[in-house]
């Protein structure tokens, strides 16, 4: 290593001490996070949440289970764009 090397590297590191005293570690601090109820609260808020959530209650409430309806998405998806049968 050469003497214009050193200097740069002695340099580099004046300049990350002078930024570690300044702004100090590079350091994440973890947050709490909120409790379930209020986030749910603050997505119904939003209307297509919410239409979303309302939907998949009713679906739910009248049973119609997700399995007849992949079985029939692929007869739904290999008819023809003009076949109505």
């Known amino acids: 290593m050469n003497s214009a090397q050193r200097a740069l590297k002695a340099a580099r590191h004046e300049e990350a ?3 570690l005293t ?7 601090i973890a947050e709490h996070a ?4 209020p986030r749910v609260v603050a997505q119904l808020r939003d209307l297509l949440n919410f ?3 309302a ?3 009713l679906n739910l409430a009248i049973g119609e ?7 029939h998405r692929g007869k ?3 008819r023809g764009a003009g076949d109505q049968s």
Not at 23 to 28: C, E, M, N, S
Not at 65 to 71: G, K, T
Request: hydrophobic fraction near 40%; charged fraction near 20%.
């Open 17 to 19: 001490a002078g930024h």
């Open 34 to 37: 909120a409790p379930l109820s």
């Open 55 to 57: 939907a998949t209650g």
């Open 22 to 28: 300044r702004y100090g570690p590079d350091a994440v």
């Open 51 to 53: 239409l979303l959530f």
């Open 76 to 78: 739904y998806l290999r």
């Open 65 to 71: 289970p997700c399995r007849d309806l992949a079985r």
